[in-house]
Nanobody, 121 residues
Framework: QVQLVESGGGLVQTGGSVRLSCVAS????????MAWFRQAPGKEREFVAR????????YYADSVKGRFTISRDNGKNTAYLQMDSLKVEDTAIYYC??????????????WGQGTQVTVSS
């Protein structure tokens, strides 16, 4: 059973930056494709970014492409989401997710509890 714990959320102004971290415990971190999702108030959860377990290839939602960067440090069992040029519409709860040896993240195996990011104008 993999446990994921996110941190780094908070209140930031438009145009600012935040870095989220997701620490995994138990399991073999390098065997998981890591992803970030988000859920804004009144909306469904949506995909934000993912990074492959084997290739490290990254993929982003169009809404964040060029502004967000996903990365991972397998030695620290940690995935990151660097969020730059933040917009009010980026306000959401951000969730980390892990999918075992898969190049897709349609149905992650594990989820974190989420961390709130609020962007003020």
């Amino acid at each position: 059973q993999v446990q994921l714990v996110e941190s780094g959320g908070g209140l930031v102004q438009t145009g600012g930056s935040v870095r989220l971290s997701c620490v995994a415990s138990r399991g073999t971190f390098s065997s998981y494709t890591m992803a970030w999702f988000r859920q804004a108030p009144g909306k469904e959860r949506e995909f934000v970014a993912r990074i492959g377990w084997l290739s490290g290839i990254t993929y982003y939602a169009d809404s964040v492409k060029g502004r967000f960067t996903i990365s991972r440090d397998n030695g620290k069992n940690t995935a990151y989401l660097q969020m730059d040029s933040l917009k009010v519409e980026d306000t959401a709860i951000y969730y980390c997710a892990a999918t075992y040896k898969s190049n897709t993240v349609i149905k992650p195996d594990y989820w974190g509890q989420g961390t709130q990011v609020t962007v003020s104008s």
